[in-house]
T-cell receptor, first 113, second 110 residues
């Protein structure tokens, strides 16, 4: 597609369950970012990929959060043992890398009940 | 890490008014973008402007990198301009993180 695509748009899960959120970046973009946005706040950095490797994962809140990008394109954010505090909109962005413009997907709204 | 502050946090204007939104950052940057988050949550790219001035219709932006601030100007506001405006910067020392400010919530009254 022409833009960054995230699936699902909405996800409701029970506390303690495992979830996967998917991001399809813009074709040819080598850099990929994950962010988390809580209500009324700005997006919070989670992790950055350059190609297949996680170049910076300093924003992941704890070891329940993990992200992969095995072929340097699609990325999956994985959350284990979900907690109610994980409820937020998870945003993905991609760019050509380095000092270039980033483009965001529409986000996945995660609700943990 | 770099700090990004946006002001004002909230702004209410009548349709047709002009506005200036400010973004201050605490360190040198190699990347600065302005976004508009619409009511559906989509972040829409407005400007990629690590330095200099750009204009796009009723919107323009100026970044003075040496003084560590950027301004977004909206002229002749329309109700569709309502939403949250975010400034996001990339640290000069790091090619990875893009750090967002807390945003300016703009409400345009008809």
């Amino acid at each position: 597609g022409a833009g960054v695509s995230q699936t699902p748009s909405n996800k409701v899960t029970e506390k303690g369950k495992y979830v996967e959120l998917r991001c399809d970046p813009i074709s040819g973009h080598t850099a990929l970012y994950w962010y988390r946005q809580s209500l009324g706040q700005g997006p919070e950095f989670l992790i950055y990929f350059q190609g297949t490797g996680a170049a910076d994962d300093s924003g992941l809140p704890n070891d329940r959060f993990f992200a992969v990008r095995p072929e340097g394109s699609v990325s999956t954010l994985k959350i284990q043992r979900t907690e109610r505090g994980d409820s937020a909109v998870y945003l993905c962005a991609s760019s050509l890398g380095g000092e270039t413009e980033a483009f965001f997907g529409q986000g996945t709204r995660l609700t943990v009940v | 890490g770099i700090q990004v502050e946006q002001s004002p946090p909230d702004l209410i204007l009548q349709e047709g008014a002009n506005s200036t939104l400010r973004c201050n950052f605490s360190d040198s940057v190699n990347n600065l973008q302005w976004f508009h988050q619409n009511p559906w949550g989509q972040l829409i790219n407005l400007f990629y402007i690590p330095s200099g001035t750009k204009q796009n219709g009723r919107l323009s932006a100026t970044t003075v990198a040496t003084e560590r601030y950027s301004l977004l100007y909206i002229s002749s506001s329309q109700t569709t301009d309502s939403g949250v405006y975010f400034c996001a910067v990339g640290e000069y020392s790091s090619a990875s993180k893009i750090i967002f400010g807390s945003g300016t919530r703009l409400s345009i009254r008809p």
